[in-house]
């Protein structure tokens, strides 16, 4: 079965800022059983701020980070944050959302209309629905 991720979007958090070497991050949420991954690459793990731990995955030769693993498998199975720049398709994507803009770079310019939050958003629900309506995917 393939199946659709579930949102894309830009996050202009700091960690996001240090992580990319940029101004925001972009990620693509995706169940894990979605992403079929060639090669094998290497990770570390780094506490979050809820005393979890996240799994970072990057490429052994190049060092381009590729995904974090944000969930640990629930019924639904693991959730993993591909990180949008290292997508072959990632200019054809525009972000349904950007969360903490409120961190944002000097200079970095929000759309106008866009779905956005000071901060981490109250969920991802709005996220996905943003990304349903703008790429209008059918699941198979
Ligand atoms: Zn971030």
Redesign the pocket.
Known sequence: MIEAPLTFYA???T??QRQSGSAF?LSLLARERSVEATGTPSHWTRPTDSGARMDCHFCPHCGTRLWHKVSREGSEGAILSVKGGSLDIARLLAPAAH??TGSKTAGTQIPAGALAYDRAPPGFDPLIEAFDRLYRIEQT
């Open positions: 996050c202009h958090c960690e996001c991050g969360i903490w």
